[in-house]
């Protein structure tokens, strides 16, 4: 082989050997940046379940109260007017009665 061949061969030999050892330095790496990557994803879905917890609580506590102002509501009108309210129960325990006769 001439000088100028063996000087390329020896020159891509170089860069080859340049290019392996980058690759080598990256896969190295890689375990860390998965594990920081992990990390971060475990501590976003953390973050998501809370803010869920957060939602689901509130609307507990929504609907808690507004059945509590339903109940009041309710009671109020029981009291405001108790034989229509006793007529409607008498009413709806009729129907309810016949509905499920007639399922028998």
């Known amino acids: 082989m001439s000088s100028t061949a063996n000087h390329h ?5 170089d860069a ?3 290019l392996a050892g ?9 375990p860390e940046e998965f594990r920081g990557l992990n990390q971060d994803l475990g501590q976003r879905a953390a ?4 803010a869920v917890g957060a939602a689901g609580r509130q609307a ?3 609907g808690r109260d507004s059945l ?13 007017q108790p034989w229509q ?3 409607v129960a ?5 129907l309810v009665g016949l509905l499920a006769r007639s399922r028998s």
């Open 68 to 80: 509590g102002r339903v109940e009041q509501d309710v009671e109020s009108r029981v009291r405001a």
């Open 9 to 13: 061969a020896k020159r891509i030999s």
């Open 22 to 30: 980058a690759v080598r330095d990256a896969v190295k790496e890689l």
């Open 90 to 94: 008498f009413g709806v325990g009729a």
């Open 47 to 50: 973050q998501g379940f809370d």
């Open 16 to 18: 080859a050997e340049k």
């Open 85 to 87: 309210a006793l007529l």
């Open 60 to 62: 507990w506590h929504q």
